[in-house]
């Protein structure tokens, strides 16, 4: 399991991928979002923004991650 705010994921984490739906981000407890001039060739889904420096827990280590925040 992997842990981010006070959410738990059963996902594999590390992987390079960094994108989550708004709709996963919107609950949790991790502050607010800045603008991204960054550019995602993705069908149908526009980047909203980035959520920067958020750890995630994986076993006993933590890791500081930003993530791409996408209306989907």
Do not use: K, W
Not at 34 to 47: E, F, G, K, N, V
Not at 54 to 70: C, R, S, W
């Amino acid at each position: 399991p992997c842990l981010i705010g006070s959410q738990t994921f059963h996902a594999l984490c590390g992987l390079g991928s960094t994108v989550i739906p708004f709709t996963v981000y919107e609950p949790l407890p991790l502050g607010d979002v800045r603008p991204t001039s960054i550019t995602l060739h993705l069908a149908d889904q526009d980047p909203a923004d980035i959520l920067g420096d958020i750890p995630a827990i994986v076993g006993n280590f933590a890791f500081p991650v930003d993530f791409a925040v996408l209306e989907m």
